[in-house]
């Protein structure tokens, strides 16, 4: 009866004229041929609707127009509905002389439904059959497009015999997995399968890898450097702080070389760079910054499945759904849930008052913040907009407040007006009483360092670097004698996400996204801590740096207000 996926092609389109009105009253065989037509059209979705009345048992097509209807549904994008029909169709007629081809179709679906281990389990059905060579082909092209490391190791681990599994995964090692322990395994590879020995374990096919990165960075180099330079000068920080990381590699023989681009926020521009054909041959890609380009550079990751990284965001939407796509700083929500959490564990009574400005990013965090606390079992006894522009309706609430029984005050406004009655307020009611809040508080002149540090105020700092480090202070030698100028916050981003993505790169390749799911939070050089997936979070599907320091005054030393070094 011949390969059923080859007999599609066989056909020629003759046309047809109301097939859905004809549908009750054209015969079988009218039918059949008007579902394979629709198939070769790619009209998938109609040519199910042709075949699946002749996919009955009753039908002298039924055993073909399962089979066709089954195609239609893979190409439709419906590996549900093929999946159930050629079980149907193994069920009713094992026996079928096409059952070969619905072996190989099932198995096509099951890789596309990731279920790689009954695929190869089908596929191992077809040695000695004329489809064998095919099978053999359908597994490479799907190994090749496994990047997930741990699941490709858990395949080779139950299908040691199988030469196809085992050379694929050999591929991907000396494509990039390779690393020094791995030596043992690609050895058992190629004696086990008698692989070429010069291509998988010579010299130059173990070499140390080296990884390229795209920094998508707003340079303006096209503009004029006297009216750029200062409000440039963030990228140009971050920058020499990304230079110095590279270095720090380098020097442990992690190679990473930097491709720069001078991407601002013109869509159009980051497009044509994107569309450069060096740009699918990039491991990691780091910016665009601007939200705009952000969303253009995420979608390019996405459909080549490269790894994109925004440096300065704490926007959540903008990675959301997408698994290539991750953000350096922490979200405003993981920084409110971070903080509630730490509130709710160090603070007495579990009760809090909440005041937050009216504002989009203080509305947002105090939201967070408000949920989950009370969703690890606090209480919220006040929860209050406030408007710092309106002076005196600001005091008078302040005055108003009552702060019985309350376990401390989470204050999330920026503004002199909130921060001098929020003092004032606990210093003549309650000068014991925890106060949280943003650490931009430091920076208001009319509130002395003496009050804060008579107080107890917790402030959120999500880039707190610890200055009594010894990385932090071996970063600032080196880049003081590199550049000649005290690091900024900027300079310390750059390196440390250089620096811990580098090292991602090098321990589990380009393709990391797997291991982060599962990696705890982890000390970083200069950072307190770092880590991205809070395994008690993981199913929020949250892309975002979970580190966020709650810091008192003591412990952020004069360098923070005083940064004359």
């Known amino acids: 009866m011949g390969n059923f996926r080859n007999?599609?092609?066989?056909?020629?389109?003759?046309?047809l004229v109301s097939m859905q009105a004809q549908a009750q009253t054209q015969d079988p065989a009218t039918t059949y041929n008007n579902g394979k037509i629709l198939l070769q059209q790619q009209k998938f979705d109609q040519a199910m609707a042709e075949l699946q009345p002749l996919t009955a048992?009753?039908?002298?097509?039924?055993?073909?127009?399962?089979?066709?209807y089954a195609l239609a549904a893979l190409k439709g994008h419906k590996p549900k509905e093929a999946y159930a029909m050629l079980l149907q169709l193994q069920n009713q007629y094992p026996n079928w002389a096409g059952m070969n081809d619905a072996d190989y179709l099932l198995a096509n679906v099951l890789f596309e439904q990731g279920d790689y281990e009954r695929a190869l389990s089908k596929l191992q059905e077809l040695q000695g059959t004329p489809l064998a060579t095919d099978a053999e082909?359908?597994?490479?092209?799907?190994?090749?497009?496994?990047n997930d490391r741990a699941a490709f190791e858990a395949l080779l681990q139950r299908n040691q015999n199988d030469k196809v599994v085992a050379q694929a995964f050999a591929d991907k090692l000396i494509g990039g997995w390779y690393r020094p322990h791995d030596r043992q395994t690609l050895e058992n590879i190629v004696s086990r399968h008698k692989l070429d020995r010069n291509r998988y374990l010579s010299k130059d096919a173990l070499r140390s890898q080296s990884f390229n990165v795209a920094l998508l960075l707003p340079f303006q180099l096209n503009q004029d450097y006297q009216q750029t330079a200062r409000k440039n000068q963030f990228v140009t920080d971050m920058y020499a702080g990304i230079k110095l990381a590279q270095d720090s590699l380098?020097?442990?023989?992690?190679?990473?070389n930097l491709y720069t681009y001078d991407i601002g926020a013109d869509t159009m521009g980051v497009k044509r760079v994107l569309n450069l054909p060096e740009m699918k041959q990039m491991d990691l890609l780091v910016g665009p910054i601007y939200k705009s380009t952000a969303k253009v550079a995420a979608r390019?990751?996405?459909?080549?499945?490269?790894?994109?990284?925004?440096?300065l965001s704490q926007d959540i939407?903008?990675?959301?759904?997408?698994?290539?796509?991750?953000?350096?700083?922490?979200?405003?929500?993981t920084q409110a849930r971070q903080a509630a959490t730490y509130a709710y564990q160090n603070f007495s009574p579990k009760s809090a008052v909440i005041l937050f400005e009216n504002a989009k990013e203080d509305t947002t965090f105090s939201y967070y913040y408000r949920?989950?606390?009370?969703?690890?079992?606090?209480k919220v006894k006040t929860y209050r907009k406030i408007n710092s522009s309106q002076a005196t309706a600001t005091a008078t609430l302040f005055k108003g407040l009552n702060l019985e029984e309350v376990g401390h005050m989470a204050v999330f406004s920026d503004k002199m007006t909130a921060a001098v009655n929020t003092t004032s307020l606990i210093q003549g009611k309650a000068p014991q009483m925890p106060i949280v809040t943003y650490d931009k508080w430091l920076d208001i002149s009319q509130i002395s360092l003496r009050q804060l540090d008579n107080l107890e105020v917790y402030f959120i700092s999500p880039k707190y670097v610890n200055k009594q480090n010894p990385g932090s202070e071996w970063f600032r030698r080196n880049y003081?004698?590199?550049?000649?100028?005290?690091?900024?916050?900027?300079?310390?981003t750059g390196f440390e996400m250089m620096y811990y993505f580098g090292q991602l790169l090098q321990h589990y390749g380009p393709q990391f996204n797997q291991q982060l799911l599962s990696t705890s939070i982890k000390p970083g050089v200069l950072y307190s801590g770092f880590g991205y997936i809070d395994p008690s979070s993981r199913n929020d599907a949250r892309q975002d740096n979970q580190y966020v320091p709650i810091t008192k005054l003591e412990n952020l030393e004069l360098t923070v207000v005083n940064p004359v070094f």
């Open 250 to 256: 380098q020097k442990q023989g992690i190679a990473v």
């Open 57 to 68: 048992s009753t039908s002298a097509y039924a055993q073909e127009a399962s089979y066709f």
């Open 7 to 15: 007999i599609i092609a066989c056909f020629l389109f003759t046309g």
């Open 480 to 492: 003081v004698s590199k550049y000649n100028m005290a690091p900024s916050t900027f300079a310390y």
């Open 317 to 333: 939407e903008m990675v959301r759904g997408n698994t290539n796509a991750f953000l350096f700083e922490s979200s405003v929500a």
């Open 137 to 146: 082909g359908l597994k490479r092209y799907y190994l090749n497009s496994l």
């Open 371 to 378: 949920q989950h606390f009370i969703k690890l079992g606090g």
């Open 300 to 311: 390019f990751a996405a459909q080549n499945g490269i790894n994109v990284i925004n440096p």
